[in-house]
């Protein structure tokens, strides 16, 4: 080891090594009123966070190289951690060209597909095919497109449960790397949980569905997507982090104005620096 500048004694304290967060929504450009690279950044290392991985669903959404070269370009020299950068893509053709300029992996939102974008099963088979092909990783946002729009739906744990259902019904003719994003309920889990030795699929969780149900956080600041489910989901959540079912947990970090959330029921709230 090189000679440090600086010995801190951390005595009584417990050290860890930089956290990585796999589901930040940084917001900049567009979306700069919300935050941008470096107030978001600065809550990522404020938080321990050092590598975050960044989502797609930008002003205009991350589905073309052009618009990840303009992600990274804007990056550059803006960010104080490091950053990998998720695309969404429209279809398997756009996978080679999206890794080669550096896209980290790829995620689809199954109950909000971007425009132009087309989530049937069967361009979600080539748009796994190539992912497979390409040894790159889709991340799903499991929750079935019949329920989009209806924030008010108290059945949005069979949302969940039939978009994992969906994907892994796939995965078992294509059997391309899938990682499920902010697993929330109880029934859930227990499909992938199921599945999880014979395919290659992992989970995450996030803190506030490991800890707080929609009793705690009923208002719109509580309001995310997914949204906050019964306390025995909250349980399962909390317990598969502790069983080592969930493989990570991850922030999915999205801020928005207070405005925005009072008047406009926007989903979501940062988590950077909470978790
Ligand atoms: C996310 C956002 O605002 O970008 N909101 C959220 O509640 N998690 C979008 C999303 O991940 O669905
Ligand atoms: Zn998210």
Known sequence: MPDADKIFNAKNNLIFPGFIDVHTHMRDSTLEYKENFVTGTSAAVAGGFTTILDMPNTVPP????????HR???????????????CSPLSGKDIKELINEGAIGFKIYLHKPFEDQDLSNNNIMEIMLEIKKNNSILCVHAEDYSFSGNSESTSSNKAE????????????????????AHISTHEGLEIIKKHKNVLNISCEATPHHALLDKNDASDNFGYCEPKLK??????????????????????????????????????????????
């Open 230 to 275: 019964d306390k025995t989901d909250r349980e399962s959540i909390l317990k598969g982090i502790i069983d080592g079912s969930i493989d990570i947990v991850a922030t999915d970090h999205a801020p928005h104005t207070i405005a925005e959330k009072k008047n406009l029921k926007k989903p979501g709230f940062p988590g950077l620096e909470t978790t």
């Open 62 to 69: 991350i589905t073309s190289v052009k618009e990840l070269i």
């Open 72 to 86: 990274k370009h804007t990056a550059k020299n803006t960010i104080l951690c490091n950053m990998g950068f998720y």
């Open 161 to 180: 449960v039939l978009a994992i259902n969906k994907i892994i019904n796939l995965v078992k003719q294509i059997n391309c790397k899938i990682h499920f």
